[in-house]
Every structure is written in structure tokens, then in C-alpha cells.
């Protein structure tokens, strides 16, 4: 089995390289230098920013049973976390529209520095502190730093499609290329070098401050709305009344929260799915092939956005059934596959093999999803208010979470799979509605020979 391991995360990585290699002249031909130093500056900030987000991600449950905690007090915690960030993280994300975003990125590297730190303490209720500073940082790091980038892109006067070339870049490179060598990192600190479990917290908050530097020093201010006549429950009604009276905006949140909904549920599910019997199975490796995959799924994605004539409206709607079909594949892999006869600690199962063949396409459709969600964000999303309704979008992702760690033991992993497999064929079909809304509000080309001649007085659509 450790030949299948190494032959599909070779394929993936020669498929990655040469999808990166091909582009990469063109990339230097289409943009600016000027745009290509902003793009690296963003680049090299948000790589530090994920770096130390994923250094924290393999230790976090260890560290809490290193601890003494059981699995329902781990489960508090967690619940805690995805709380927060419904609730505190809405209002601190909120209020980077009026304070500034660059304040906002700092105020990230602050509050998860500060997470970090509560790490070294073994009391349930600074862990417990910790858990809610690390959900209010998250909501800022998926809402911050994209707001500030828009806006800035946008004041600098550079041409709307290279925003796509920066988020296809930061996908490729925060969550697939800094997530590998962070999951390598963290492992070597913590097991290679023997620092214990807490270390990559440690090296976690080191890259935090360093990004954080280069924000205080590089970045300039950018704002939503400054007026000082809004407060932040104006904000929050502006924002709700842009959601409702936008049904492109109200899509757009739905089918985030669905997608988004069923890949972090899918976080907590793959292990178990993958051995069901306790199979000894490579979980490093696996991670590290799943993010291979996401950011062969980036690359795809940055081809794809390149083509003026491919609408993302259009595309996401195959990668969410693709994304729906794969997530159903435990549930058909439960029916027509025979149950593994493998003893506790056995290799992977034939089902196992399908099932695993089957998440790296999601993990690449994860890839595909993330720059071109973004895109249709800095598209449809009103400037001054983007920041509160970016987090308004994670309310309900963050209260599906919750519900599905509460009840993680009381339904069968068959129907887990099957509930976001159902979820995000419902994506497809709401990108489906919001493709048609978007193709109807376009701006018709007119058959201005017909004006010159005056038939009927009126000029004919094309």
C-alpha cells in the first residue's frame, strides 16, 4: 500500500509543477511590475499568516489529550472556537469596514499571538480563552485580509482580472504549499526534535509577528465606509439589508456557507472514514497528498480564470457536483464494496483506496473553489460593507459546524457523507440560479447599424 501513497503524491506533484511551470511566463507578460511587487508584498504577508494557522492545526487535539482532557471536553473547546468566531468574530471583522483593514490584519496577528501563548498553560479555562481568541482571529483572517486586498488592488488602479492571478497564488501557496511544509515543520519540532507538542504554537506565533511587522511597515490604510455617523449596528442592518435586497449577494452566502459547511465536515470525517476498523493508515501522508491536491485544484483554477470567455459562474457549477459526487462515494463504497476483513491496525481497505482516490478530487475542487469564490466576492460584494457581510456569510457555516461536532457521534459517518453530499448538489443548483441572474442583468450589446438606419426608432439587441 505504501506504493499507492507514493505514486499518487508524485503524479499530483508532477501535475502541480507543470501546470505552475507552464503559466509562469505568461503571468510576467499580462501585469505590470508594478502590480507583480504589490501581488509578492500580499503574497509573502498571507503565506506567514496561513503558516501560522496550519502550524497549530495537526498539534491542537494532541496537545489537549497530552493534557488530560477527554473527548467530550475537547469537544467544548472546539465548539468554543467556531462559537466565538460566529459571535466575536462578526463584530471585530465588522468593524474593519470603519477602523481600517490594515488595523484589522494586525489585530489577527495580536489575538492568534495571544491563542498561542495560552498553550503553555495546562487549565482548562485559559485553554478555554485561548479557543476564543483563535475563532475571533480565524473570522478576521477569511475577511481582513481579502477586504484589504480588494480595495487596494482596486485604489491602485490595476485591471480587475490580475485580482485572480493573487487569489489562484495565495490558494496555491496558503493552503497547499505553506500547509505542507508547516505539517513537516510542526512535526519535526514537535516529534523529530522533541520540544513536545506546544512548540508549534510557538514557531506558530514567530511567523505571526513576523508578518506582522511587514503589514506595519508596508501596508497602507484602506476603509469600507469611515463615516462617523454609522455605528456598528448600522453596519450590521446595511449589511443585512444588502443581502436581502441582492439576491446575487444572498446566492453567493448560501452557497459558501453549504460548501464551506461540508468540507469542514469533512475535516473531522476523513480519518475515520479512511479506517473504520482502526487501519494503519499514513495520516501525515495523506494530508499532505490531500493539500497536493488543493493546490492542483488552484492551478486548475488559475487556467480557468484566465479564459475571459469561461465565466466562474459557469464552472463552479460542475465542481460542485463533482464535489457532491465524491463526498457520496463512502456511502456507495458502504453498499457495494465488502466490508474489510483486516484486523485492528491492517492496511487500508479496497473501499478505503476508492474513498481516498475520491477525496483528493474534492481536495482539488476545494482548490478550484476558494480563488473563485473570492473573485465572485470582489464582484458582487458592495465595497463599503464588504468586510461585515464576508462575516455575516461564516454565521451560518459557524452554527452548521457547531451542530455537527455536537452530534459527531450520533449518526453513522454514511450519513454524514450522504448530508453534504445532498448540501452541495443544492450548491450547484443555487450557482445555477445565480449564473442566470448574473447573464440576465448584463448589459445587452446593442445593433447601433440599426439606429443609423431609424428602423422602427429603436436600436435592436444583437
Not at 171 to 199: E, H, K, R, Y
Not at 205 to 214: N, T
Amino acid at each position: 500500500m505504501e506504493v499507492m501513497y507514493y505514486l499518487l503524491f508524485g503524479v499530483l506533484a508532477l501535475v502541480v509543477t507543470w501546470l505552475e511551470v507552464s503559466k509562469m511566463g505568461k503571468d510576467r507578460i499580462t501585469t505590470s511590475t508594478a502590480f507583480g511587487s504589490f501581488k509578492n508584498n500580499y503574497l509573502v504577508v498571507y503565506s506567514l499568516m496561513m503558516a501560522g494557522d496550519w502550524l497549530q492545526g495537526p498539534y491542537v487535539y494532541y496537545l489537549y489529550s497530552q493534557y488530560g482532557f477527554d473527548k467530550g471536553d475537547i469537544g467544548r473547546l472546539f465548539i468554543a472556537g467556531f462559537g466565538s468566531s460566529m459571535l466575536f468574530g462578526t463584530i471585530v471583522g465588522s468593524l474593519a469596514d470603519k477602523q481600517g483593514r490594515k488595523r484589522a490584519c494586525v489585530t489577527y496577528c495580536i489575538t492568534y499571538i495571544l491563542s498561542c501563548i495560552t498553550k503553555h498553560s495546562p487549565q482548562y479555562k485559559v485553554l478555554m480563552v485561548g479557543r476564543i481568541l483563535g475563532g475571533t482571529a480565524t473570522s478576521l483572517l477569511f475577511s481582513a485580509f481579502e477586504s484589504w486586498l480588494v480595495a487596494e488592488h482596486n485604489k491602485r488602479g490595476f485591471d480587475p482580472q490580475w485580482l485572480s492571478l493573487t487569489f489562484s497564488k495565495a490558494i496555491f501557496l496558503g493552503n497547499g504549499l505553506v500547509a505542507i511544509v508547516s505539517g513537516l515543520f510542526a512535526n519535526l519540532l514537535a516529534d523529530n526534535l522533541g520540544f513536545g507538542p506546544v512548540a508549534p504554537f510557538d514557531a506558530a506565533a514567530c511567523f505571526l509577528a513576523v508578518g506582522m511587522a511587514i503589514i506595519l511597515s508596508s501596508w497602507t490604510e484602506n476603509y469600507g465606509d469611515p463615516s462617523e455617523s454609522k455605528n456598528l449596528l448600522t453596519q450590521f442592518k446595511g449589511a443585512a439589508t444588502a443581502i436581502a435586497s441582492d439576491e446575487k449577494i444572498a446566492l453567493l452566502g448560501a452557497i459558501q456557507s453549504l460548501f464551506e459547511g461540508s468540507m469542514y465536515t469533512f475535516v473531522f470525517l476523513w480519518t475515520p472514514a479512511l479506517s473504520p476498523n482502526d487501519e494503519d493508515i499514513p495520516h501525515g501522508f495523506i494530508f499532505a497528498t490531500f493539500m497536493l491536491s488543493s493546490m492542483l485544484g488552484s492551478s486548475i483554477a488559475s487556467k480557468l480564470m484566465a479564459h475571459s470567455s469561461l465565466r466562474v459562474e459557469s464552472y463552479l457549477q460542475v465542481v460542485f457536483v463533482v464535489s457532491g459526487f465524491t463526498l457520496f462515494l463512502p456511502v456507495l463504497t458502504s453498499y457495494l464494496v465488502a466490508p474489510s476483513s483486516e484486523r485492528k491496525g491492517g492496511s487500508i481497505s479496497l473501499g478505503g483506496c476508492l474513498q481516498l482516490l475520491g477525496f483528493c478530487v474534492f481536495e482539488a475542487c476545494v482548490g478550484i473553489f476558494w480563488p473563485s469564490i473570492m473573485k465572485m466576492r470582489s464582484q458582487y460584494i458592495p465595497e463599503e460593507a464588504r468586510s461585515t457581510i464576508m462575516n455575516f456569510f461564516r454565521i451560518p457555516l459557524n452554527i452548521f459546524v457547531c451542530v455537527v461536532l455536537y452530534n459527531v457521534n450520533a449518526f453513522p459517518i454514511t450519513v454524514m457523507f450522504g448530508m453534504c453530499s445532498i448540501f452541495l448538489f443544492v450548491a450547484s443548483l443555487l450557482q445555477r440560479r445565480l449564473m442566470v441572474i448574473s447573464e440576465n442583468q448584463k448589459p445587452k450589446p446593442v445593433d447601433w447599424l440599426a439606429t443609423d438606419r431609424g428602423d422602427e426608432g429603436e436600436p435592436l439587441a444583437a
